[in-house]
Every structure is written in C-alpha cells, then in structure tokens.
C-alpha cells in the first residue's frame, strides 16, 4: 500500500505509490513518455498503478506531447508494453496540431520533423511546400534527433522568421528520455524560433486547450462533470506536467526519475534539498513527490 512518508529536513512528501490516493478522485491524467514508459519499454508497475486507479473509479487519460494522433500513439504504447487495462482515452498534442491544422486549409505547408510524425496529417488535405514557399510550419521535431541540436536548424529558422511564417509546435516538449538518454524534440526548436522573432502556437502541455480537451475525455467516461479539485496530474516535466497541472487548480504527482533524473538522484537517493530547489524555481508545488509511478 503507498504511503506519504517525510524525506527529511526540507518537507517534501514522498509517496511510495498512489493506492491510499484510491478514490479521493474522479479523474486521472497521466503523462505517458517517462512515466509509463521511456521510448523503449513500459514500466509495468506504472500500468499497474493506473489500473489499480481505475478500478477505484478514476478515469484515466493519458496526456502527451506526442506529435501524433492519439491512434498512432495507442499503437505504439500497445508495441511497448503498456496494457488498454491501463487507461481509457489517450489525448496527444498531435490532435489539437490536427484542430489547427484544419483552420489553415488549403495553405502551403513545411513539415519540420522525421516522416515518422506524418500520422499528424493524415485524414487531412495538406499541401505540402519546402520553407520557401511556407504559409505555415508544423514542427513535430528535429529530422535526426540522434546526431542534431537546435542550433543545426538556425540558419533555417531564421530565413522562416524573417517572413514571419506562423510555426505550430506539435510537441511543445524540450527534451525526452529515450532509454538512458536525453534527446531534443520540437519544443527547443520552437523556442530558438520564438527567440528568433518567429511566431509559434503550441499544441500541448502546459498550454489549456490539451487541459480542456482531456476534461471533456474524463467527462465522456464518467458520465458527469468533473470540477478541478478531483482530477489528478502525474508527470514528470515541471515545465510542462506540473505548470500546467497548477494552472488548472490540479493535484500533482511529480515523477523523479523522468526527465529531472539526472539532477533529482534515483530510488532511495532522490535528494529532498534538490527538489525543493526546483519546486521553488519553477514556481509549482505538487501534492507529492514518487521515484517512478506504482501502486
């Protein structure tokens, strides 16, 4: 059974898995990238975490930045690990990228990202043009995320700036962990553009529309409406799962051992001090803190 427990000196709970959570509310929303799996395979006691929530009642959706259709991104959880039993709706960044998407019909399009990220475009007519010819530009990443770095895409970006061609940011995530490593995604690109001078809406996390889009999932799934303070956020970004989770009056589980692992320690060696620190810079304060998601 999970417990808070106090860490130390400087106040920060840690949960050692969310079963005494159980109950207390109606919806869950679950970062997935890092939480419930690292890009290579699933972390089966995080399933099962989720599991032993819904089975208390909670609707499970889970959240991400991923810069495809939520169909694209059940597939791959399905190829990795992760069980349906695990969640009931899946939102993506890829699906509000699609919203937007249809309010630009009939404009030239840039892809700026791997043809991975195509499932974005599907089901859409889209025009697709090199950056000369863009009206617009939906970055789902970097083309090479193994051997490149934001500052390869300068030259580009700034010729695209100049012209003030609006960017979509398919995936507003900075970097992600892809087995034990950390590796750019679109969001750094649509930050060196934004520094640029180029203008950029972002897709997801910690932006509203993704928020208000997974409401009317866990909704669906209950039958009736759900207020702020019974929904649940577990992430492991503070810029994106917390922020976000805060600016809509959420709960959090803050995960260690995602992307902040590398400054956060692991297991038994999450350093307290350290988060309290981060906490405090980010400007969040989650309700708990765990090394990995577990029941």
Not at 183 to 208: D, F, I, N, Q, T
Not at 225 to 235: H, T
Not at 260 to 283: C, I, S, W, Y
Request: with cysteine; glycine share 12%.
């Amino acid at each position: 059974m999970g417990h808070e427990q106090n860490a130390g000196p400087h106040g920060v709970a840690l949960l050692s898995g969310v079963s005494g959570l159980a109950g207390s509310y109606d919806g869950v929303l679950c970062d997935v990238w890092g939480v419930l799996h690292n890009g290579v395979r699933a972390f089966p006691q995080a399933c099962a975490a989720l599991e032993g929530l819904r089975q208390a009642g909670a609707a499970v959706v889970l959240l991400t930045n991923a810069p495809r259709p939520n169909g694209a991104v059940r597939r791959q959880l399905g190829a990795l690990g992760v069980p349906d039993t695990a969640y009931d709706r899946v939102v993506t960044s890829g699906d509000l990228a699609q919203d937007m998407l249809r309010r630009h019909a009939g404009e030239g399009v840039y892809h700026l990202g791997p043809e991975r990220d195509l499932p974005v475009f599907e089901g859409l007519e889209t025009t697709f043009v090199g950056p000369d010819a863009a009206a617009l530009i939906v970055n789902t990443g970097l083309f090479d995320d193994t051997t490149e770095s934001p500052d390869d895409y300068r030259e580009l970006l700034s010729g695209l700036a100049a012209r003030s061609v609006e960017m979509v940011c398919a995936n507003p995530d900075i970097v992600v962990e892809r087995g034990d490593k950390l590796v750019w995604c679109a969001g750094s690109l649509a930050e060196l553009y934004a520094a640029l001078g180029g203008p950029v809406v972002w897709a997801g996390k910690p932006h509203r529309p993704i928020y208000e889009r997974a409401l009317r999932e866990i909704e669906a799934v209950t039958g009736s409406p759900v207020s702020a303070d019974r929904v649940l956020a577990i992430g492991d970004s503070l810029r994106t799962d917390l922020a976000g989770a805060a600016a809509m009056g959420f709960d959090a589980i803050f995960v260690a051992e995602g992307i902040h692992g590398h400054q956060t320690g692991r297991g038994e060696n999450v350093d307290p001090k350290v988060l309290e620190d981060m906490f405090a810079e980010a400007g969040v304060r989650p309700r708990a803190v765990m090394a990995q998601l577990d029941w």
